[in-house]
C-alpha cells in the first residue's frame, strides 16, 4: 500500500469552515491547511476570523459572518462561491456558549438564553445547511459535516458538574439533539443526489479545566482521561474524503466511550 493513501487526500478541497476560531476550529483548520485544502474561515466578527486567516498562504479567506442570520449565511456562500467557483466540504463548527449559560437551570432557564443557543447551535446549522447544501445538489456532490455532542443522545450526568465552575445546560442538549437529527434527515433526503451529510459527537474536549473537574471527568470517562482538540481530525478528514463515500446520515462518536455505558 502507497503511503501516501489518496482515498483520504482533501488536497485542493474547498471547505467552509464555521466557528473556525475556536478551539475545535482552529485545530481543524489547521489540519486541512496542512493537507492543502483550500480555506474559508467563518466566524463572528469579534473573532476575526480575517485575521486568523492570515496566518495562513493563498487559498484561504476568512470572513465575519452569524450564521444564526440568512442574510449573513447567504453572504458568505456568495463570497465562497465567488472566491474559488464552488464548495467541496462544510464543516459546521459553530456553537454558541452566551454569558450565563453554565449557571442557568432547567427550572428557571431564561428565554432569551434558550432562543440564543437554538437560533446559533440549530437554526445556524440548517441556514448553512441549507445554503450550501442547494449550491451541492446542484452540482451532484457535497459533503457536510456538522458537529454535535455526545449529550445530543445521552443526558449530561449531574454529578460531574457538582462544586465546580462547570455545567451543562438544557438549551445546549437540545440543540445538539436537534443537530444529529437535522444531519440524519437531510442525509437521508440528499444522498441520491451526490450530497452526504453526517454529524461528528466529541466529547470533554480538554480546555484549561479546573483541576476538579478534570478528575471527575476522568473518573467517569472509560479511557479515563479528557479529549484532546487534534483528536477530532481523524473524524472531520475521513468525512471530508473519499473514504467515507458510503456514509451519510451517520453520527461519528468520539467520546472516548462516555456513551457506551
Known amino acids: 500500500m502507497p503511503s501516501d493513501d489518496r482515498i483520504f487526500s482533501v488536497q485542493d478541497r474547498v471547505v467552509v469552515l464555521t466557528g473556525a476560531c475556536g478551539l475545535i476550529g482552529r485545530t481543524v483548520a489547521n489540519a486541512f491547511h496542512e493537507r492543502g485544502a483550500k480555506l474559508v474561515l467563518a466566524?463572528?466578527?469579534?473573532?476575526k476570523p480575517e485575521e486568523f486567516a492570515e496566518e495562513f498562504q493563498d487559498d484561504t479567506i476568512g470572513v465575519a459572518c452569524n450564521i444564526s442570520v440568512a442574510c449573513e449565511v447567504s453572504d458568505l456562500a456568495t463570497t465562497a462561491y465567488e472566491h474559488f467557483g464552488h464548495v467541496d466540504v462544510l464543516v459546521n463548527g459553530h456553537q454558541y456558549k452566551p454569558k450565563g449559560f453554565l449557571e442557568a437551570q432547567a427550572e428557571t432557564f431564561p428565554e432569551e438564553l434558550w432562543d440564543a443557543i437554538i437560533d446559533a447551535n440549530l437554526k445556524g446549522t440548517f441556514l448553512t445547511c441549507r445554503e450550501f447544501g442547494r449550491q451541492m445538489l446542484n452540482r451532484g456532490l457535497g459533503s457536510i459535516i456538522n458537529f454535535a455532542s455526545t449529550y445530543g443522545i445521552v443526558s449530561s450526568n449531574p454529578s460531574l458538574y457538582e462544586k465546580n465552575s462547570m455545567g451543562n445546560p438544557v438549551a445546549y442538549t437540545a440543540s445538539?439533539?436537534?443537530?444529529?437529527?437535522?444531519?440524519?434527515?437531510?442525509?437521508?433526503?440528499?444522498?441520491?443526489r451526490g450530497v452526504r451529510v453526517n454529524c461528528i459527537s466529541p466529547h470533554g474536549v480538554w480546555n484549561h479545566h479546573e483541576e476538579d473537574f478534570e478528575d471527575r471527568f476522568s473518573n467517569m470517562s472509560p479511557m479515563k482521561r479528557m479529549m484532546r482538540a487534534e483528536e477530532v481530525v481523524g473524524a472531520v478528514l475521513f468525512l471530508a474524503s473519499d473514504a467515507s463515500t458510503y456514509a451519510t446520515g451517520s453520527n461519528l462518536l468520539a467520546d472516548g466511550g462516555w456513551s457506551a455505558w
Open 43 to 47: 466566524d463572528l466578527p469579534e473573532s
Open 176 to 192: 445538539k439533539g436537534g443537530v444529529i437529527m437535522l444531519s440524519k434527515y437531510l442525509g437521508a433526503h440528499w444522498a441520491s
